[in-house]
């Protein structure tokens, strides 16, 4: 009786964090591409696997590895399926991917079944129901005891077989797998036959075939019945047999499955002959033979189609050679006419020069246009420059007056009220500590109109002093990460520009994005200096933003950006955080 393959479910997690997003992606599309390209499997896995070797990501690189496995083997390329595996399963265990593990294991334990390695199917088909009962999924429980019992099927254990198949159809009955219900029983049945149990096996059949006409699986279904009637012809129940051939044959015949159409009639044949119905014998004998002669008949006319194919394309080849004979032909004949050719030499040479000084003055337009719109930007650039210093002038008079100011004139008040004879003692002191607190606001303020630091210290020191002092506060939980950023060839004015657009952009975190977390990333490309700043915030709608006066700090981020040469990003999504990305040309910087 024909064997089903095993059909492996897979689960699709969801990527965390934007820096593995693309890889996750590519790992999906190879995951999507399993059942109809496995080129693209191969492809698209060996880009996730690069890509999640370059971002250090052990489990997505793990997957990637799994999947180029998974490619090979389905091109019927096992012994690189194997040393795929082999690479997914160290991935997988530097990870502690338990859930990968019991996939990977009992997707290893078919393959080695195929390289008739029984030992290791052996040990591997264990680890895979091992690893799936602790990550109680049971749908990868099943499949993994389903594969043992496939193990024991093909080395002849058919007691074995059968306990495991039980197992497995148990599972899939409580998830309520139909499909999965399905595969076991049909392999169940088989290890039973195997048995000569053939009673049971028909049983097994008969439910698999509903189960396969519930869930809309035809060509399942067309097997399943035709399987039936093998199983009668075993247990020599002819006329039992025949209609369940007939019925195959015609489930055949309108899926259009021309093998399993022409293997009924030969079924059917041998049914009818066993009856003593020599005549329905002959005529089924007849349709076998004749199915079998269109087979042939449509192998015979591809090969025709592809000779015709292999003759046009000579054809075509002898048709180009005397095109090429008779241009040869005219070539001689344009040499022998030279005043002409001389004519059309100077009407093309005279058409150039017309062309060329009509494209001259249009590229000179358009680089005056592209001056006027250069010198527009910068303009508007020059504006929002001075439009931000005006900002920090009316900010430093409000902390003066608000806060320095109100705290000098109670000191001033404290001393006069301390000169009177009854004034307390203590008031004095009063008046000193509001004079050093005001002594510390204008050190505060001054730090952060022009931080000491900035002068002597790198970009990455600069910020790590101003998240220090904000860190202190305990408002928002501040992540950083540096990358390669000892010695960056950047000079003290981009400093200061980057330094002043990571205050402006934690500064309006804290004012209005309500957020509990902020992640620092800056990363040296050698050729390129990549700043990105994250908040799990409230988010808000950039667009609308910039259309009114609230946008102005953004605006001047992008501004303080460009006048460095570099380009902002912005990721902002209304109750999804923002995302801010810096880019920086470090060789234009450097020159």
């Known amino acids: 009786m024909k064997r089903i393959p095993l059909v ?65 083997y389905l091109s019927g390329n096992p012994d690189k399926t194997l040393r795929w595996y082999i690479e997914a399963e160290k991935l997988y265990q530097a990870a502690d991917f338990t859930d990968g593990l019991a996939e990977l294991y009992s997707d290893m334990a078919i393959l080695y079944l195929r390289l008739k390695k029984m030992k290791e199917a052996d040990e591997i088909s264990q680890k895979a129901i091992s690893y799936a009962l602790r990550t109680k999924n049971k749908q990868r429980l099943s499949a993994a005891i389903n594969n043992r019992g496939l193990m024991f099927l093909d080395g002849g254990k058919m007691d ?39 009673g049971p096996a028909l049983s097994a059949m008969n439910e698999s075939k509903q189960l396969r006409a519930g869930v809309g699986d035809k060509t399942g279904e067309a097997i399943a019945v035709n399987n039936i009637g093998e199983l009668y012809l075993k247990i020599n129940k002819p006329a039992e047999a025949a209609p369940y051939f007939i ?86 004949e344009l040499s022998r006419n030279r005043v002409g050719i001389y004519a059309l030499l100077a009407t093309i040479i005279f058409l150039a020069i017309i062309f060329y000084l009509v494209y001259n003055r249009y590229r000179i337009k358009q680089q005056a246009r592209f001056r006027e719109a250069m010198l527009e930007e910068e303009h508007l650039r020059t504006q929002a420059i001075m439009d931000a210093e005006e900002n920090e002038r009316q900010r430093l008079a409000r902390e003066l007056h608000d806060g320095i100011g109100q705290m000098l004139c109670s000191a001033r008040m404290q001393l006069e009220y301390s000169q009177l004879d009854d004034g307390p003692a203590d008031e004095d002191n009063a008046a000193l500590q509001m004079l050093d607190d ?37 408002l928002v939980n501040i992540y950083t ?59 808000f709608d950039k667009d609308s933003l910039l259309k009114t006066n609230k946008g102005l700090g953004l605006k001047n981020i992008e501004s303080r950006v460009a006048y460095i040469g570099g380009s902002l990003a912005i990721d902002a999504t209304p109750g999804r955080g923002v995302t801010y990305v810096i880019e920086l040309p470090l060789l234009s910087v450097a020159s």
């Open 481 to 539: 990460e540096w990358v390669n950023t000892d010695n960056m060839p950047i000079d003290k004015t981009t400093t200061l520009m980057l330094y002043r657009s990571v205050q402006e952009i934690i500064s309006n975190v804290f004012k209005h994005a309500r957020a509990k977390n902020i992640h620092i990333e800056l990363v040296n490309h050698d050729t390129e200096l990549t700043l990105m700043i994250v908040d799990d915030g409230v988010g």
């Open 438 to 474: 005001s002594i510390k606001e204008v050190r505060d303020l001054s730090h952060s109109m022009m931080p000491p630091y900035i002068l002597n210290k790198n970009l990455r020191e600069a910020i790590e002093e101003f998240i220090h002092r904000l860190n202190n506060k305990d």
């Open 247 to 332: 019925e195959a044959g015609k489930k055949a015949h309108a899926l259009k499955y021309a093998a399993l159409e022409t293997y009924t009639y030969s079924q059917l044949a041998i049914s009818y002959k066993m009856q003593g119905k020599y005549k329905e014998a002959f005529e089924a004998q007849t349709t076998y033979l004749e199915l079998t002669q269109q087979e042939l008949d449509a192998k015979r006319n591809k090969d025709i189609e592809e000779l015709q194919t292999k003759y046009a394309t000579d054809k075509k080849e002898q048709e180009n050679k005397l095109l090429l004979a008779k241009a040869r032909e005219q070539k001689a």
């Open 160 to 198: 074995s077989a059968i306990t495991y198949f039980s197992k497995s159809y148990a599972i899939y009955k409580v998830i309520k797998d139909k499909v999965g219900m399905a595969y076991a029983l049909d392999y169940m049945a088989s290890a039973l036959s195997e048995k000569g149990q053939y």
């Open 8 to 72: 492996v479910m897979f689960v699709v997690f969801l990527s965390l964090g934007a820096s593995s997003q693309t890889t996750r992606q590519l790992i999906d599309s190879a995951r999507v591409n399993k059942t109809t390209n496995f080129a693209k499997v191969v492809k698209f896995a060996t880009r996730a696997y690069g890509q999640a070797r370059a971002e250090n990501q052990t489990k997505l690189q793990g997957e990637a590895a799994f999947m180029i496995g998974m490619g090979n």
